[in-house]
């Protein structure tokens, strides 16, 4: 596959899971967040558009790039990948749903 189009379609994933809280049901973000959470925790533990463009799922297409918005938001790096790749597995969904829900039920 073409390493243009992956890093497009990974763009869009991303840019479609950040979105989310805004134009959904806080449960159907929770839905999706806990099938993306059992898909990489207990099923293939990868993410296969992400073995295509790098070659390995050893570091992803989103540690490669919240770095961005770590410096951004004026944020240290954590030099512990594994705590680092523990925030990206729960920290981030846990994060979509929580904005979802008070976007939804909280009127914020």
């Excluded at 869009?12 to 099938?35: G, H």
């Excluded at 990489?40 to 070659?55: E, K």
Aim: glycine share 6%.
């Amino acid at each position: 596959m073409n390493k243009k189009l992956i890093v497009f379609v990974h763009y869009l994933i991303v840019l479609f899971a950040v979105s989310m809280p805004f134009w959904l049901s806080w449960k159907i973000v929770a839905l999706i967040m806990l099938a993306y959470h059992l898909v990489f925790t207990r099923g293939i533990g990868y993410c296969p558009l992400t073995v295509w463009q790098f070659g390995t799922a050893k570091e992803g297409f989103i540690e490669k790039h919240i770095v961005i918005f770590f410096r951004l938001f004026g944020l240290s790096i954590p030099k512990n990948r594994k705590n680092f790749k523990i925030f990206i597995q729960y920290g981030i969904p846990l994060t979509l749903v929580v904005v979802a829900f008070m976007r939804e039920v909280i009127g914020l």
